[in-house]
């Protein structure tokens, strides 16, 4: 057997250092369709996981991968799949699946210019909107969105971590950008690797219900084939998992769904400040424009700016307390992203009125510029 934790400092790409977080984080099964850019994602666990005891399989389209890391989620292995616009988009109804049968599996999105088939081989961040509303129906989603190539090796483990505690699925909202640029990566020793597993099952098989919340409000999990009581539905359910067609369980069902992410925010939600405590302008970016945007804070500041920057290494749920409570003393905000404003919209929500909010962004295929971000200083401030 291979180690899956390749300890060491290696030369990779953003896309295998992601498959190798997968692998430190115990997955076991990858599900998944070749696309651009996402594809050397699969390609590296197609390598490794018969190395390490995991199965790898291609599936004929991406309908199918998300179902089968669904199904291998259930069977009580840890499961992702990776993908890019088109395929996320036909992922998306069984993703909902996923999160009203409450399977933990890991969904990684790496980012290229749409709508449709775009530009397949560059960059952008136009599905930060389609990963918190893609599926039908109202539901909370956790997306993660990395910044290099080390940083989507542990959010990739996070995600699988914040998976498996939740019994939700968790998006990893990469880039082209970071997905094939080649960096630094060290991995450490697997001792020095925090990994969380799903909350199993105890008790009476015959009176376990599977939906039934435990601590943060989510349900112990039974494995298929283990002998419990289980029942499995899409439909609206109660705690036994049986179908329950009234408003009441509707209500309820919805509440846990709900109330499991947003009653936990403190635990889930990761931001990362540079140069805040005196800070006048306040640059909010994520993934790939993080680092325009860490770039043109200190460009600003050589130039007498106080500016500083706060990077959303959790887009969602959303990080509206902290966005809050600087607009209690900032004198604006800028946003930096690689689309016409999804997060940006999130940004001015958040302020409410108490300070201006501009945007630095365009329509993909290239990153932003720090002189972009410069231009709307020089220029707004």
Known sequence: ???????????????????????????????????????????????????VGGVFIQMEDEIAAMASIAGASCAGVKSMTSTSGPGFS??????????????PCVVVNVQRAG????????????DMYQARWGSHGHYEIIALAPASAQDIFYQTIRAFNLSEKYRTPVLVMTDEVI??????????????ITVFNRPRAKGRKDRFKPFEPGPLGVPPMAIAGEGYNIHVTGLTHDERGYPVMSVDCQREMMARLIGKIQNNLDDIIEVEGYLLDDAEIVLISYGVSARTSRAAADEAREMGCKVGFLRLATVWPFPEKHIR??????????TVEINFGQIHREVERAVQGKAP?????????TVISPDAVLDIIRREF
Do not use: W
Not at 12 to 34: I, K, Q, R
């Open 357 to 365: 909010c501009f945007l630095a962004g365009h329509c993909g295929g």
């Open 1 to 51: 057997m291979e180690p899956a934790v390749l300890t060491g400092t290696h030369y990779m790409t953003g896309d295998e250092a992601c498959a190798e977080g997968a692998l430190a984080a115990g997955c076991l099964f990858f599900g998944g369709y070749p696309i651009t850019p996402a594809t050397e994602v699969a390609e590296r666990m197609a390598e490794r996981l018969p190395g």
């Open 179 to 192: 997905g094939h640029m080649s960096e630094r990566v060290v991995i450490p020793r697997a001792e020095e």
């Open 115 to 126: 709508p449709s088939t775009g530009l397949p081989t560059q960059g952008a961040q136009g």
């Open 325 to 334: 409570e600087l607009a209690q003393r900032v004198k604006g905000f800028i």
């Open 90 to 103: 036909l992922m998306m109804e069984n993703l909902g699946l996923a999160i009203v049968t409450e399977t």
